[in-house]
Structures are given as C-alpha cells and as structure tokens.
C-alpha cells in the first residue's frame, strides 16, 4: 500500500462517519438514550441542557432515520414525550464508536 | 479508558444523579428517629415499631417517583441496572431487619446479668447501634454512595457513647436519624432549587 492509498483510506474512513451522529447536539442526545431504555424530555433536557426547541428539532431527524422512536403520552394528566432508541440507531450508534475509536487509535499510532 | 468504560460512566453518573434527591436519607433518618423515640419514651411498643417503616417503604418510593418525574423527567433504566436496583433494595431490607432483630435479640440476651458476665452486658446497650452502622458501611461501598459511611461513622461511635454510659440502646438511633433526616433535608432543598417543575412541548 503506497502512502497515498494510506491516506486515502483514513480519509474515506473518516469520511465514512454517520453525519447524523457525528452532530455535537445529536450525539449527546444519543448517547445519553443508549444508557437507558427510555427517557422522556425534561430528562434529557437536563441531562443534555438543550432546550426544547433543540431537542425537538434534532429528535425528528433521529426518528426520520429510524434511529429512534417517539411517543407521546400522559402520566398525571401531563403530556410526556418519551425517546428510545431504535435497534438501528443503537448499532448505528456503536457502528459510529467504533469508527471514532478506530481513528482514535490510528492517531496515537502515529504519533 | 476501555471502549465502553465511558458510557458505563455516563450510565452510572446519570443514575446517581436521579436519587441525590435525600428522600431516601429522609425516610431512613425518620425511621431511626421513630424506633429511637419508641425505645426511649414508648418501650411496650419498641419490639414492633421497625414494622412501620417496612410498611412506609412501597408508599415513600411511588411519592419519591412522582415527585421526582416532575422535576428531573422520567427515565426507564435498563434491563441489568434495574435488576440491580431489585437486588440492592431487597438486600438492604433484609440486612438491615436482620441486623435489628439480631441487635434487639442479642441486646436482651446481653441485658440479661444472671446469663452473663460483665463485660458483654457493658457492651449490650451500643450493640443496636454498631450493627445498623455496619450496615450503613457496608450500604456505602455496596452503592458508592459515600454518605452512608459518615451516617455509619455516627452510628458506631453513638454506640460506643451509649455503651460508655450505659444509656437507653434508643439514643445512638435518635442522633444518627437527627443527622441522617438534616443531610437528607439539605439534599432535598438543593434538589428542589436545582430542579424547577417544567412542562414537556
């Protein structure tokens, strides 16, 4: 392998990071959702510290990818909105670790 | 740092975080303070005032759930933490009960002067004590919650006052649950000022 084709594969392999992960906001969110089972909104809102619109906004691209589910409900006669991660969005999300380990370890390789 | 030692940080940090409430501290320091109060001031009914809070427990853990949804959300642990959590408040129950009872069992037996010599009945009245503080020790590293080992430190050491002054087993629990129910007190109020009720969108 020449050192062109080298760089070429770090750079595919970065390349090759899940964009709709790789967003600071999303990943919070995901990481924070593939610890548990399920959460609803006040508890990632203070976990996270985005706010409504935010979460919102960044949970329907995650639910538009499959990688998550969105329910909304009552308990106490107050509306809750709960958030689980999907069997895709949790390989997805291991998928996109190992790639970040992966580009991790060939960094302190290198140096 | 191992592949998933990060994550299984953020798991343990995010479930510690969801019980710094201090209603648990508040409910075990009542309790001491009631089966402290009954052995001092109401002994015919000391035998049988831990069955009160046993009876409390199912009540104060749906109250604790509901009032800390609304202020810090509603989380579903998963599957092998919520075993866990099973495991451990069904092993503190049971050790803490066994540990009264063997305390109360062996403090009547040591109280006894005709079955025993001197220096086990000097010891009788702190025994109580020094059991429940081994539990809370144990509790403390069993749940990292380090807390537990200075209401453990109180227990101990009020069981060798009450055992230096030959005093009523009922005032090492009287003091621990005065400490125990103001840390849980102070923990609450920050809770509650750290967390204000908000709506869901």
Do not use: C
Request: glycine share 8%; charged share 20%; aromatic share 10%.
């Amino acid at each position: 392998m020449t050192p062109s084709d080298s760089e070429a594969d770090g750079e595919s392999r970065e390349l090759d990071f899940d964009r709709l992960i790789h967003e600071p906001a999303r990943l919070v969110l995901m990481s924070n959702l593939y610890v548990v089972d399920e959460a609803d909104f006040v508890f990632l809102s203070r976990r996270t510290g985005l706010t409504a619109g935010n979460i919102s906004s960044h949970m329907a691209r995650l639910e538009a990818a499959e990688y998550v589910t969105i329910e909304k409900t009552f308990a106490d006669k107050r509306p809750r909105t709960t958030y689980a991660l999907t069997k895709t969005g949790r390989a997805a999300f291991v998928t996109y670790r190992e790639h970040v380990n992966a580009l991790l370890a060939d960094s302190s390789a290198d140096q | 740092m191992t592949r998933n030692q990060d994550l299984q940080n953020l798991e343990r940090r995010t479930y510690r975080d969801s019980y710094s409430n201090g209603i648990i501290d508040i409910y075990i320091g009542i309790s001491l303070l009631w089966i402290g109060a009954a052995w001092i001031w109401l002994p015919d009914i000391a035998g049988v005032a831990g069955a009160l809070p046993a009876i409390l427990i199912a009540p104060m853990l749906i109250g604790r759930k509901r009032f800390t949804e609304k202020r810090i959300g509603y989380v579903k642990w998963t599957e092998p933490r919520r075993q866990w959590e099973h495991r451990n408040l069904v092993g503190a129950l049971v050790l803490g009960t066994a540990f009264l009872l063997l305390g109360v069992g062996v403090y009547m037996f040591a109280s006894d002067p005709a079955a025993n010599g001197d220096t086990l009945g000097n010891l009788a009245p702190g025994l109580i004590a020094w059991l429940l503080g081994y539990v809370a020790i144990g509790l403390a590293f069993l749940m990292s919650a380090r807390r537990m080992l200075a209401y453990g430190v109180v227990l101990i050491a009020g069981g060798i006052w009450t055992a230096q002054l030959n005093a009523s087993p009922g005032w090492p629990l009287l003091a621990a649950g005065t400490v125990v129910t103001v840390t849980g007190i102070a923990m609450l109020i920050r809770f509650i000022r750290n967390n204000p009720v908000v709506g869901q969108p």
